[in-house]
């Protein structure tokens, strides 16, 4: 018995299609966007029982490109890749490297211990704790009735 197999060269049903236009590809659209033309590195969030984590990638930078301010509620994080000095000897034919500089600002609500605010980079991502105030740190517990 011979078997044949074929390959749709189309791929995609006509729903499918629609799917990727409408769904897929805004999304990239939208972190290529925010990524490359605005200049906005990604950031996940997390919490944990006793404080929140930001991790903002921001891979070729170095520790010393940073600046972290907390003004009223208001936390920025801000960095400037500096220039490199180049040779003075050295002709440049193509240059494609740029200084790289972005701002991100974050509302922290009162949960939040000003005093205890932790960074550190590694990586290529910078690491934020956000510390939680102990007030905001007590979970739930079971009351007997008596």
Not at 20 to 39: A, C, Q, W, Y
Not at 49 to 71: R, T, V
Not at 88 to 111: C, G, H, M, N, P
């Amino acid at each position: 018995m011979t078997q044949f197999r074929t390959t749709n060269h189309f791929g995609k049903s006509f729903d499918g299609l629609l799917n990727e236009i409408f769904n897929e590809i805004p999304s990239t659209l939208g972190k290529t966007m925010r990524e490359d033309v605005l200049g906005f590195p990604p950031v996940n969030i997390s919490e944990k029982s006793n404080s929140y984590h930001l991790q903002l990638a921001a891979p070729g930078m170095e520790k010393d490109y940073f600046s972290i301010k907390l003004e009223g509620n208001l936390l920025t994080i801000s960095a400037t890749q500096k220039e490199t000095v180049k040779d003075a000897d050295e002709k440049t034919i193509r240059r494609e490297f740029s200084q790289k500089a972005f701002k991100r600002s974050f509302t922290l609500d009162e949960k939040i211990d000003a005093d205890n605010i932790k960074a550190k980079y590694e990586n290529g991502i910078l690491i934020v704790e956000l510390a939680k105030k102990e007030a905001a740190q007590m979970g739930s517990k079971e009351i007997a009735i008596l």
